[in-house]
């Protein structure tokens, strides 16, 4: 017995003393054992799945966190067409068109842009010009198919944003997070979802924030333009049918509504801030309705530049000035530059919109316009957009 224990304590004490030996070793030698791992790129090759995985698993948990709050928006409505070649052959009257045919009706129901859930009580933010329409019917269909008449548009008379209202129970509707545009950085990772070219349900893209701050010309000479200031570019691909679907962050807060993309470009799209979806629900929230103040000018960009080139200053060049407006009843003229709102100086990175939209309705505002060579003080009193 007592030559059993002597051989199991001998074995014990062997352990101990060539786990200790090795231990040792191993640690002396491990610089160079990681520098024979790294010389072969093992341990890079590791760090890069590593990050693959974590950008892969970021984006899949936005879209399954966030997708089903992403929803398409169709059109249905009745289109009377009329084809003057109809009767062109005519057996009895060769090349006798006919000049009182009776327009044809034609049903049209197709999906036509994005929204994205913000209210379990059927409120949805999308673009004003993808139901710009008044004569049609709009409704919603939900990521799994389920579809939503819609009961109301509300459009914001100022920006490029509606808000559409559903009946739908609030178990069958995930409102998105709204994030903080005011902090977004260039080169942050961005996601947009939507109903690509109005056929691809719920696509999403990847890519980076490209810039901050853009002034853009949205829309085509048939169907009017509008300036767009202060919008997000990005590199997530964004196609028409993209308008009015979300552009998230890496948490899949709402960051940006898609609006636009470049034409004859490639990965150059637009996204108007969140903030500005914010101020207008805030203000809808309130009272039930927009309430923007309205100074009703049309205007562009003047930069330092051009200002300097043409012996002019820096601001905002008055092109157009509404009829009946507050700007006409106070005195501002076409060819005017507002340099100031309230002191506040005007530029490309603090545009005059940007500025207007935070007074209130019935505020009285400063202008300082520079007009043939010197400085004026206008006073206007803003009033209600119509």
């Not at 799994?144 to 008449?149: F, I, M, Q, T, V």
């Not at 470049?262 to 799209?269: D, F, L, V």
Request: proline share 4%.
């Amino acid at each position: 017995m007592k030559t059993l224990k002597k051989i199991i304590l001998g074995f014990l004490i062997f352990v101990l003393v060539f786990w200790g030996i090795f231990g040792i070793f191993a640690y002396k030698s491990w610089p160079k054992i990681k520098s024979w791992v790294n010389s072969r790129g093992l341990s890079d090759n590791l760090n890069v799945q590593r990050r693959i995985l974590n950008e892969e698993s970021v984006v899949i948990e936005v879209v399954e966190k966030y997708g089903p709050s992403v929803v398409t928006i169709g059109i249905k409505k009745t289109e009377k067409i009329y084809d003057p070649f109809e009767n062109f052959f005519d057996p009895f009257g060769i090349f006798d068109i006919p000049k009182n045919s009776l327009p044809k009706e034609q049903k049209i129901e197709q999906d036509i842009g994005s929204g994205f859930v913000i209210s379990k009580d059927g409120l949805i933010v999308t673009n004003k010009h993808v139901v710009s329409d008044t004569a049609a019917q709009y409704r919603v269909f939900t990521k799994d198919n389920k579809l939503y008449e819609v009961e109301k548009i509300y459009r914001d008379p100022t920006i490029d944003l509606a808000i559409l209202k559903v009946n739908a129970p609030a178990q069958e509707l995930s409102p998105i997070e709204l994030g903080d545009s005011d902090k977004l950085k260039v080169g942050q990772f961005a996601i947009a979802i939507g109903a690509a070219l109005g056929e691809f349900r719920n696509t999403v893209t990847t890519g980076v924030i490209s810039g901050l701050g853009r002034t853009i010309t949205a829309g085509s000479p048939f169907e009017g333009t509008e300036n767009l200031d202060n919008v997000i570019q990005t590199d997530a691909a964004i196609n028409p049918g993209n308008s009015g679907g979300p552009l998230l962050n890496s948490l899949g807060q709402a960051i940006g509504v898609n609006v636009a993309v470049a034409s004859g470009a490639q990965n150059i799209g637009f996204a108007l801030p969140i903030n500005l979806a914010k101020q207008m629900l805030e203000n809808f929230n309130k009272t039930g309705q927009f309430s923007r103040p309205f100074l009703g000018i049309r205007y562009r960009d003047i930069d330092k530049k051009e200002a300097i080139a043409k012996g002019w200053v820096e601001g905002a060049g008055v092109i157009e000035v509404i009829v009946d407006s507050p700007a006409e009843k106070a005195g501002v003229k076409p060819g005017d530059i507002i340099t100031k709102i309230d002191g506040e100086k005007i530029g490309i990175d603090n545009t005059l919109t940007k500025v207007i939209s935070v007074k209130k309705v019935g505020q009285e505002i400063k202008l300082t316009v520079w007009r043939e060579d010197k400085e004026e003080t206008i006073t206007v009193s803003l009033e209600e957009a119509k």
